[in-house]
């Protein structure tokens, strides 16, 4: 149990130097902004798609 503490500290910390912490919350805000339209988007039942006719087919010789 004690090692997956030390895994995760250690994840942290390498984030943190690749990314910067300056960058961490505006990512943080995309995956937060993205998971709320998807969740939106679930909730929503789905409309009927219309069905288009197929063009015409031109006759070759």
């Given amino acids: ?3 997956g503490i030390w895994e ?3 994840i942290v910390i390498l984030i943190l130097i690749l990314f ?3 960058k961490i919350p505006a990512m943080m805000k ?3 902004n993205g998971i709320k ?3 939106k ?3 929503e039942e789905p409309k009927p798609v219309a069905k288009k ?3 015409a ?3 070759s010789k």
């Fill in 53 to 55: 006719k197929a063009p």
């Fill in 20 to 22: 910067g912490s300056a």
């Fill in 30 to 32: 995309n995956v937060a």
């Fill in 37 to 39: 339209t998807f969740k």
């Fill in 1 to 3: 149990m004690r090692s």
């Fill in 57 to 59: 087919k031109k006759k």
């Fill in 8 to 10: 995760i500290v250690l």
């Fill in 41 to 43: 988007e679930v909730k």
